[in-house]
């Protein structure tokens, strides 16, 4: 070796000993769960230099989530927290001269619950604005500032929140007789409960206008017309709402598109005119044209097939008339709509085979644009009044974040998981597709283990999705990527009943649950066995809510399983009929077991009336308070097993409801998943 040679050699050792070494990338842990941050609902300010958006995080010490207003420049170099209190502040909007961002906070405050607070863009405390006693869900302000578009219903008298002492302190079993009692739940509508919100016994909610300048509420829609979703004409005259109203109204899950003028005392005119039974406007916002004269919205798939639903674009003169049908050729589900500011287009997303992308298409209807190509899921659409477009987008390495979409690329505005996602790794997402044996065509996703040997074969988890109205989509998914890092292969699959395959796909299992989706998913097993990715013996399965009713249904019918975890499921819902949400269903979908027989509900009930075909080693889990799928779908599984001496457990969540929310039982659930597919398959 030359001298040359071996002075540069040493100087090129000495100068990469001066560079910090890159810390090797580790594989993700349960303990990471928590540490991603939530980045939700982008809007543009006024002047387009700015985007206020939320971002949710985990607070362990109290455990509970909580949600903070954040706002970033338009060009990215500022980020700033706006709100830091512990408790959530939601629904950043700005006021029409971009001087406040009001959102929605229950903190504490003159009133009980959701209030609007504003927040001075120059900086300062955040202040209580309005102090109204009903339920406060949303809110908007008037074009020209001076009023905010409230949506409100009745307070519950029988809620404890509302009855609690002041300084609160638990009372003991002999306080009982100093007590208030609560008072007796009097039910007299037909759809009489809902998960979270419980049994429905006080009015639906309401419109009011709030007065910026005198504080006060005035109703502007009566309590016998249920109204959601409203949104201010861009003169400020007008409110355009979805409602339902009518004698048969509560037996029908119809919404219509309904304008009033914007002063108390105005009559509602409807300008939509379904019934209900052939087709329902959705209860998604209708979306004014600039020059007023139009409404963009979305219209569903009707009351019959209202859980397979998929939404059009629909475009409907304010004046009156028959709406008129866009985009009629795309035979994929649209949402967020909203018209160009020159009213020339409708930009709106598409969810199209694990993919979610928008598009403009022209106002007067014709060629569809999709304005931004690739495997990822963009989930939200904001529009400034210049045209600027803020979208939150995510990927199958990336979680959603806020984004600018500018001459069809991406450009991020926020990094708030960044320093994590560099630190873990993860495993590879590729797309499949396969043939069941009907003919049918599946596609869905697999998910390698982090380190991924080729020609090893691995135990292997079928998580299905829920919904059934939903896709496992190109976003990141912690649960599945968990499995990854801890050696399985995690497969996902978009059977019958998913979206992003059309409406004749969605609408393939009405009336026929847990046949044809069976197929689809024992099809994907097929396929990663065949692949020789999948160990034959060492295959388990498990889902939520409608993935834990395909569980039970897969698991009577499919012994190859070893390990199965279903939760918030049923196998027997005839069971279910009044015990959980879904009345209007049952009665449109399958029929009243008096009118059709019991032979359509037998067929939907196969795998509680076969649990003696069930082998699988199964791990029941679901939410105490659970009115959505109650857990007692859950207690019935587990006690039919439990009989028959197949090992199973059950696990409740006390006070949860269909969603896990608590964070300390959403970490409980995932070990109860490691532990229960470790103990069957490794």
């Not at 008037?142 to 905010?148: A, F, I, N, Y």
């Not at 004046?319 to 930009?347: C, M, N, Q």
């Not at 829920?466 to 190109?474: L, Y």
């Not at 049952?586 to 008096?594: H, L, T, V």
Request: charge should be neutral; proline fraction near 6%; charged fraction near 20%.
């Amino acid at each position: 070796m030359s001298r040359t040679y071996f002075t540069c050699l040493s100087a090129l050792v000495c100068t990469a000993s001066l560079l910090p070494a890159q810390p090797a990338r580790r594989v993700l842990t349960l303990d990471d769960m928590h540490r991603f941050h939530d980045v939700r609902d982008a809007q543009i300010s006024p002047d387009g230099k700015w985007v206020a958006y939320t971002v949710t995080t985990v607070d362990a010490a109290a455990d509970k989530s909580d949600t903070d207003v954040w706002i970033a420049s338009w060009d990215g170099k500022q980020h700033l927290r706006m709100t830091t209190s512990t408790e959530s502040e939601t629904s950043p909007r700005w006021s029409p001269d971009g001087h406040w961002l009001a959102f929605l906070s229950s903190r504490p405050g003159k009133a009980k619950g959701n209030q609007v607070w504003l927040l001075d863009r120059n900086g300062g405390e955040a202040q209580q604005f309005t102090d109204v006693k009903g339920r406060l869900s949303s809110y908007e302000w008037s074009p020209d500032g001076k009023q905010l578009l409230l949506v409100m219903a009745d307070r519950d008298p029988n809620d404890p929140a509302d009855d609690a002492p002041a300084g609160g302190g638990a009372a003991g079993a002999t306080a009982g007789a100093s007590a208030k009692a609560p008072k007796p739940i009097v039910v007299n509508k037909y759809k009489f409960k809902q998960d979270v919100v419980g049994y429905l016994t006080q009015p639906p909610p309401r419109l009011y206008l709030f007065d910026v300048a005198t504080k006060k509420a005035e109703a502007l829609t009566d309590p016998a017309l249920e109204a959601a979703s409203p949104t201010f004409s861009p003169d400020g005259k007008w409110i355009s709402f979805m409602g339902r109203s009518g004698k048969d109204a509560e037996r029908y899950a119809t919404s219509n598109v309904f304008v009033v003028e914007a002063r108390a005392g105005a009559t509602p005119r409807e300008v939509t005119h379904y019934d209900g039974v052939s087709a329902s406007a959705t209860r998604g916002r209708a979306e004014w044209s600039p020059d007023g004269k139009r409404l963009a919205y979305l219209q569903s798939s009707g009351a019959k097939q209202n859980a397979y639903n998929m939404n059009r674009l629909a475009v409907v003169e304010v004046a009156g008339g028959a709406p008129k049908l866009l985009a009629t050729d795309l035979d994929r589900a649209v949402s967020a709509p909203r018209f160009t500011p020159d009213g020339a287009s409708i930009l709106f997303l598409v969810t199209d085979d694990a993919s979610e992308y928008p598009a403009r298409i022209p106002a007067a209807g014709g060629a569809i644009q999709r304005l931004i190509r690739g495997q990822m899921v963009i989930s939200s659409l904001d529009q400034s009044k210049e045209g600027k477009l803020a979208v939150l987008a995510a990927t199958d390495l990336r979680s959603p974040e806020v984004n600018t979409l500018e001459s069809g690329e991406l450009r991020v505005l926020t990094h708030h998981n960044d320093e994590l996602f560099a630190a873990v790794k993860l495993g590879a997402t590729e797309e499949f597709s396969c043939k069941a044996k009907d003919g049918n065509e599946v596609h869905g996703l697999i998910v390698k283990p982090v380190d991924y040997e080729a020609g090893k074969k691995y135990p292997t988890l079928l998580r299905i999705h829920g919904g059934p109205n939903g896709q496992d989509a190109h976003s990141f998914n912690f649960e599945r990527q968990l499995f990854a890092a801890n050696g399985y292969v995690v497969v996902n699959v978009n059977y019958r009943g998913s979206s992003g395959r059309g409406e004749k796909y969605q609408t393939a299992i009405s009336a026929d649950w847990g046949n044809k989706e069976v197929l689809d998913l024992q099809a994907a097993t097929d396929h990663v066995l065949a692949s020789g990715l999948a160990d034959p013996n060492r295959l388990g399965v498990g889902g939520w809510s409608y993935g834990g009713i395909l569980t039970d249904a897969i698991i009577a019918r499919d012994h190859r399983f070893k390990a199965a975890t279903s939760g918030a499921g049923t196998a027997f819902p005839l069971a279910l009929y009044g015990v959980d949400q879904y009345i209007m269903q049952y009665d449109e979908e399958i029929g009243a077991p008096w009118k059709v027989g019991l032979d359509p509900w037998i067929r939907i009930s196969y795998p509680f009336l076969h649990a003696d075909q069930i082998t699988t080693p199964t791990l029941f889990l679901g939410g105490e308070k659970d009115f959505n799928v109650p857990l007692v779908g859950g207690e019935m599984m587990y006690q039919a097993l439990r009989s028959l001496g197949v090992p199973t457990e059950l696990v409740v969540y006390p006070g949860q409801f269909h969603g896990i929310t608590r964070p300390t039982y959403q970490k409980d659930r995932m070990e109860r998943y490691l532990a229960w597919y470790a103990k069957y398959l490794k």
